[in-house]
């Protein structure tokens, strides 16, 4: 409590509210996790309702996750200088509004414009809620209000895919056309959380609090958008010179914003990512790996909504409904890993990311020769085993070889690069998965060919782009296990 600032209301605000504050805070933080994933069984609603090319789906995933992850510490400085009640409400309600227009939105690059609202928003609410929970609770009952929040996001990130399958087939959404729903369900629920935060949340601030750094927000935001969209967009346009040369100019502004975060550094002031932590071998190590394994979760379950979806003809609730063991195996995972570890200690974290990458080996092969869609399965659920362990144990590898004092720091960084990596994920993976898939779904819909044929093609596509998967899994193994090992 010695670094933060309570507002007199929240210090005369009794302990019994905090537990109706937490489920405040909470249900924001549930709904922007949400919307990390519940995009993906709507994809074939979504093209067919705005007649989008696969670019502008992939803008409409990435446009989310690159927001999040540019403004995110900027957010988290919001809330110290302005107070955190204050920017969790304005967080949600620009997430809330974002949402409304996105199940409004009329035309493709409409939606990926809120897409991008909605990321600012989570951008700015995220923050406050871990803030707010460090500053509400004390002793045991934090420790028990950071494991609800871990469930919580555990819970969304898991479930979305199948409440987004039967949100589409709920006999209501017909009324405003399907994929809506997946955005505008989040209106009443932002809703709800405003009014239960102003009434139960506390304010407080830092009581001297970072600077903005938006120079370095901006430059961030310009070299990843530089870097991600021509490549999408290029892949469609039959890579022009500009699809290969704006990637390589983003080069440029990185090295731009690597200049300005140490020039921040060393006036002493705080930067959106502190330079001096990546002269910490292994907490580098750490964060690269952090990085793969992300880009391979988001883009695996892209491939694999897109292969049930448009290569074997099942509707969003049915693929929604492919993932449930998943997401039960995720529970058991993330339950199972901290005793593990405390047994076997951080080979814990790498047998979870070797289950994961033989899950999807053995998926993309059953996708190859064509294995029922039940037998797909039984890999998912390695997958979610695997995912469980791996995302409660990696954060506290990385952080382990950092300094007390760098430590949120770090965390933020970390953050920061598990969003950037869902967006680097999609965007890859996408472009390799809709090449391969090549003529197969063009502007004027399928070419003419039986149903196995066209299962068969895009089991083959899927199996082929799935190889950086397996890829970037491997590698993050290899690091994980260097960054691990160096520590020690």
């Known amino acids: 409590m010695s670094t933060e600032s309570l507002s007199a209301a929240g210090v005369a605000s009794p302990a019994k509210r905090h537990w109706p504050a937490l489920a405040a805070l909470l249900t924001g933080n549930f709904v922007t996790i949400l919307d990390l994933f519940i995009v993906n069984v709507a994809i074939p609603d ?8 696969f670019a502008e789906i992939q803008l409409v995933m990435v446009g989310y996750s690159a927001a999040y992850a540019v403004f995110l510490l900027n957010g988290a400085r919001l809330g110290d200088l302005f107070g955190r009640k204050r920017m969790f409400l304005a967080g949600m309600a620009l997430f809330t509004l974002a949402s409304a227009l996105c199940g409004l939105a009329t035309t493709p690059w409409m939606l990926i414009a809120m897409r991008v609202g909605q990321g600012l928003g989570a951008a700015i609410l995220m923050p406050q809620v871990m803030a707010s929970l460090r500053v509400l609770f004390d002793g045991d009952a934090r420790r028990r209000a950071f494991g609800t929040m871990g469930a919580v996001q555990g819970v969304a990130a898991s479930v979305s895919q199948i409440i987004g399958g039967w949100l589409i087939a709920h006999p209501l959404a017909a009324e405003v056309s399907g994929w809506r729903a997946v955005f505008l369900v989040n209106v009443p629920i932002g809703i709800v959380a405003i009014l239960a935060a102003r009434a139960f949340v506390a304010e407080s601030r830092a009581p001297v609090a ?3 750094d938006v120079h370095g927000a901006v430059a961030g935001a310009v070299a ?3 870097l991600l969209v021509p490549i999408m967009q290029g892949r469609e346009s039959g890579w ?3 699809s290969w040369a704006v990637p390589l100019a983003s080069l440029l502004v990185f090295r731009h914003f690597v200049r300005v975060e140490q020039a921040l550094s060393a006036a002493g002031r705080v930067p959106i ?3 001096a932590l990546f002269r910490n071998r292994s907490f580098v190590l750490g964060v690269l790996a952090i990085f793969l394994f992300y880009t391979a979760i988001s883009s695996y379950f892209l491939a694999l909504t897109i292969l049930l979806q448009f290569g074997r003809g099942l509707s969003a609730l049915a693929a929604g409904l492919v993932f449930t063991p998943a997401a039960i195996a995720f529970f058991t995972g993330s339950l199972t890993a901290p005793r593990l570890a405390e047994r076997i200690g951080q080979r814990a974290l790498l047998l979870g990311v070797a289950i994961f990458a033989v899950g999807m080996v053995v998926l993309a ?8 869609t039940a037998w797909l399965i039984v890999p998912l659920m390695l997958n979610g085993f695997g995912q469980g362990m791996v995302i409660p144990l990696s954060l506290n590898t990385i952080l382990s070889g950092v300094e007390t004092a760098q430590a949120g720091m770090g965390a933020g960084t970390v953050t920061t690069m598990q969003a950037v990596g869902n967006a680097v994920g999609v965007t890859v993976v996408g472009v390799l998965l809709f090449s391969l898939l090549g003529q197969v779904e063009g502007a004027n819909g399928a070419v003419a060919m039986d149903a196995a044929t066209h ?3 895009y089991g083959h596509a899927f199996a082929l782009a799935t190889l950086y998967n397996v890829g970037a899994t491997i590698l993050s193994f290899v690091l994980f296990w260097r960054a691990w090992r160096r520590h020690a």
């Open 210 to 212: 970072a600077r903005l």
């Open 365 to 372: 092969g059953m996708a190859q020769l064509g294995a029922g």
């Open 46 to 53: 979504i093209r067919a309702g705005l007649h989008t090319s």
């Open 455 to 457: 299962a068969a093609h």
């Open 240 to 242: 022009p010179w500009w």
């Open 224 to 226: 990843l958008a530089m």
């Open 273 to 275: 990512i502190e330079m």
